[in-house]
T-cell receptor, first 114, second 110 residues
Framework: NAGVTQTPKFQVLKTGQSMTLQCAQD?????MYWYRQDPGMGLRLIYY???????DKGEVPNGYNVSRLNKREFSLRLESAAPSQTSVYFC?????????????FGPGTRLTVT | GDSVTQMEGPVTLSEEAFLTINCTYT??????LFWYVQYPGEGLQLLLK?????DKGSNKGFEATYRKETTSFHLEKGSVQVSDSAVYFC?????????FGGGTRLMVKP
């Protein structure tokens, strides 16, 4: 049982390049999330998907797009990377319902944009 | 909007010292409250949670009590170990959404 997996673990991009961060979970969870973590700011929600086929913006969606490929996979795309997107990105998943349900986190992707 | 405020770190303690990390939250609605821990190079993992007023969450010697009157959920441990060195995040949950505090780094010295 791998839980939540993310690829890649590290990435360096030049300004203007694009890339997709991959996330998969094997816990049969309905909800999936993308966060970014910046020093002193905790985790901020970028996008989430309450269930397969739906996605919604979080607190900081600008410059990102997402795809809920199926129940297991939720990808985050940067179309034209900017230095302000240098951060650590975490994917998470949880069950849905009246809750509260724990969110399970992946190990993160450390992205540097130069 | 909803927010969580926790004490800034780093917090540096000697082994076996008493730990308190303060956390306050906005009282809109009836949130659940969580503490997550992040060890170096890893993702966050749930440490403990409380779902209603006066509930006490506990795990691995850590405790936190949901205080509605003071909108607080302070994390405590009676005797910290070097292995407790990590970043601790307080979070409030509404439905399936979490709002995180800024995190507090704890460093425990032998």
């Amino acid at each position: 049982n791998a839980g939540v997996t993310q690829t890649p673990k590290f990435q360096v991009l030049k300004t203007g390049q694009s890339m997709t961060l991959q996330c998969a979970q094997d816990m049969n969870h309905n909800s999936m999330y993308w966060y970014r973590q910046d020093p002193g700011m905790g985790l901020r929600l970028i996008y989430y998907s309450a269930s397969e086929g739906t996605t919604d913006k979080g607190e900081v969606p600008n410059g990102y797009n997402v795809s809920r490929l199926n129940k297991r996979e939720f990808s985050l795309r940067l179309e034209s990377a900017a230095p302000s997107q240098t951060s650590v990105y975490f994917c998470a998943s949880s069950e849905v319902g009246p809750g509260p349900y724990e969110q399970y986190f992946g190990p993160g992707t450390r992205l540097t944009v130069t | 909007g909803d927010s969580v405020t926790q004490m800034e770190g780093p917090v540096t303690l000697s082994e076996e010292a008493f730990l308190t990390i303060n956390c306050t939250y906005t009282a809109t609605g009836y949130p659940s409250l969580f503490w997550y821990v992040q060890y170096p190079g890893e993702g966050l993992q749930l440490l403990l949670k409380a779902t209603k007023a006066d509930d006490k969450g506990s795990n691995k010697g850590f405790e936190a009590t949901y205080r509605k009157e003071t909108t607080s959920f302070h994390l405590e441990k009676g005797s910290v170990q070097v292995s407790d060195s990590a970043v601790y995040f307080c979070a409030r949950g509404a439905g399936n959404m979490l709002t995180f505090g800024g995190g507090t780094r704890l460093m425990v010295k032998p």
